[in-house]
């Protein structure tokens, strides 16, 4: 298999639909307005991978990158 | 008021409350969208409407030659109304919107669920010994309408009254204006009123959020500011709700199938309220176009208003395989009922919630229950659309 793989969420595309909080809460907190970022440096543990891509599917604004190390 | 002459050519003189439109939108859109990504009417003083989901996510994201200054297409422009921030464009609209977000996060939406399934069984209660109801007069519309009271700390047991201005403005008002007008007085008496009330005896609800709120210089929300917002939030807090659990539970009643699935896999239901979303979206918003521009190739006139369908772009099928099924377990679903870009419903969590909630305890009391033949399933008219009148039988076909 790859490396690992790492999630962010674009700031600037972020609107909070919370679709990856709701997904993928292990990766993805809100802040108290309600918008997302990764935990952490967004490096995704072992066996929530599909959860990363879930998030990055369900994202309406196409915020969420997934990059593979 | 005039009613519309019927439409006879969709493509060219498109009508969102002709009967039909109002009926079963769905294989109207398909045919306009097999046609151009924009099309354009000459009613309501012109109006385009985007038929494809990347045209709508154009428009959405593009507030320098689509304004949100009128988000509702009507017969007439009144003067412009503001509701901040529906009707905010940059840069008034994001501290409006700011204000408004941390009260609607997932986590502050969370401390209002028991007392929403306690509404939902207090409504059940009252008809479950009966052999069925209209779901829409009797479940669905109370739902939100409560829910929203409680946040802005309002009572209760004034529902029906605003449940009365909602259909005056968003219904009746898209051809009578002076029925638009005098709901809006109403409202604005009603809030002056509340406000009032809480100068003499502070509270922490939504109202006092806004009463207490401060722009960047400190001073207090202009009185316009707070009453639009409150016009706003309880109207967009109700009918679009109501219309979606009713869609969703008009699906349940028509579709045993997935009826009988989600009561034998409870946890599947946050995927079904996604579907239910995307496949019968309630809300249709506008734009007021300011500037020249091109939307998908396609020449836009400033003048025009922009009939935004949401609803339209959750059934495109460049982005959503079996557009037009119902699919309750569809894994990849970034649907747009709740917009795109910074007009993001503010309420979509609260609305998410409401509806798992109210469909989850519907099923966990009501689990067998259709469509009552004897009975018509009657839809709202024109910019949020949902069931109305939602005749169903409780129990099993004998």
Redesign the interface.
């Known amino acids: 298999m790859s490396g690992k793989l790492k999630v962010h969420v674009d700031q600037d595309r972020c609107q909070g639909h919370a679709r990856c909080k709701s997904l993928a809460p292990e990766l993805f907190e809100l802040d108290r307005f309600g918008n997302a970022h990764e935990i952490g440096d967004g490096t995704v543990p072992a066996g929530l991978e599909d959860k990363a891509w879930l998030a990055q599917a369900n994202c309406p604004e196409i915020a969420i990158e997934v990059t593979e190390e | 008021m005039s009613d519309h002459a019927p439409v006879t050519d969709w493509v060219h003189d498109f009508d969102h409350t002709d009967p039909r439109w109002t009926e079963n939108p769905y294989p109207i859109w398909d045919e306009l969208r097999a046609t151009s990504p924009l099309i354009h009417t000459e009613r309501y003083l012109g109006c385009y409407m985007p038929t494809t989901y990347e045209a709508v996510k154009q428009i959405s994201y593009d507030t320098e030659h689509f304004s949100s200054r009128r988000v509702v297409v009507r017969d007439v422009r009144p003067e412009v109304l503001p509701s901040p921030p529906i009707t905010s464009d940059p840069p008034e609209h994001k501290p409006a919107k ?1 204000l408004l ?2 009260p ?4 502050a939406v969370k401390k209002l669920e028991p007392r929403v399934r306690a509404i939902c069984n207090e409504l059940i209660d009252e008809f479950i010994e009966d052999r069925g109801c209209d779901i829409a007069g009797s479940y669905s519309k109370h739902i939100p309408v409560r829910t929203i009271a409680n946040m802005l700390g309002i009572p209760e047991a004034d529902s029906d009254r605003f449940i009365k201005w909602i259909h005056q403005i968003l219904e009746l008002g898209i051809k009578d204006q002076a029925i638009l007008m005098q709901a809006v007085q109403e409202m604005t008496l009603y809030f002056v009123d509340q406000i009032e009330h809480r100068r003499q005896h502070p509270t922490d609800d939504l109202i006092s959020t806004l009463m207490n709120a401060r722009d960047k210089n400190g001073q207090p929300l202009s009185d316009a500011h707070v009453q639009g917002s409150l016009r706003l939030l309880l109207i967009a807090g109700i009918d679009t709700t109501w219309s979606a659990i009713g869609a969703s539970l008009w699906h349940l009643a028509k579709t045993p199938e997935d009826r009988e699935r989600l009561v034998a896999e409870p946890e599947l239901l ?1 995927t079904a309220v ?1 579907e239910f979303l995307r496949a019968y979206s309630p809300v249709t918003m506008a734009r007021e176009v300011m500037k020249e521009t091109a939307i998908s190739g396609c020449p836009v006139k400033p003048g025009n208003m922009v009939l935004l369908s949401f609803p339209a772009a959750n059934r495109d099928p460049a982005v959503f395989p079996d557009a037009d099924k119902v699919v309750i377990d569809r ?6 009922a ?1 917009g ?3 007009h ?1 419903c503010v309420g ?2 609260l609305a998410r919630m409401e509806m798992t909630v109210a469909i989850e305890e519907w099923l966990k009391r009501i689990p067998h229950f259709r469509l009552d033949p004897a009975g018509k399933v009657i839809w709202s008219e024109g910019t949020v659309r949902g069931p109305r009148l939602l005749p169903v039988l409780f129990g099993k076909p004998s």
């Open positions: 700011q977000l941390p609607f996060t997932p986590d946050p996604e894994k990849q679903n970034p649907h747009a709740f795109l870009g910074i993001r979509s969590n």
